[in-house]
């Protein structure tokens, strides 16, 4: 199976805005919720945000991207997107792109396949 190719990170002073890509490979894209996930220095994990199969219209954030992070999709170009505005230093992380482990998935909880994760792009925003 082919990894995600995350893209588009890089150092941006705060307040700012920078759009994350991430191009997937290997299965029926349309068919499978997306998500971005991150993960600062020395803390765990973290779900951003993510977006339903194309059957299904939804999409869910963090309390604390609520409102300036959007999530998007381009199904044609097997790509999701992440648009990041007013960028705060608590934002600086590794940003990674993850596909939903069953397709068709109406199901709030959005559950990551543990064998499909890319090598991420950094995020750093300076004060």
């Known amino acids: 199976q082919v990894q995600p190719v995350e893209s588009g990170g890089g150092l941006v002073l705060a307040g700012g805005s920078l759009t994350l890509s991430c191009l997937a490979s290997g299965f029926t894209f349309s068919d499978y919720a997306m998500a971005w996930y991150r993960r600062a220095p020395g803390k765990e994990r973290e779900l951003v945000a993510a977006i339903s199969w194309s059957g299904h219209n939804s999409r869910s954030y963090a309390d604390s991207v609520k409102g300036r992070f959007t999530i998007s999709r381009d199904n044609a170009k097997n790509t999701v997107y992440l648009q990041m505005n007013s960028l705060e230093p608590e934002d600086t992380a590794v940003y990674y792109c993850?596909?939903?482990?069953?397709?068709?998935?109406?199901?709030?909880?959005?559950?990551?396949?543990?064998?499909?994760w890319g090598q991420g792009t950094q995020v750093t925003v300076s004060s």
């Open positions: 993850s596909r939903d482990r069953d397709p068709y998935s109406t199901s709030p909880y959005y559950q990551p396949a543990n064998d499909y």
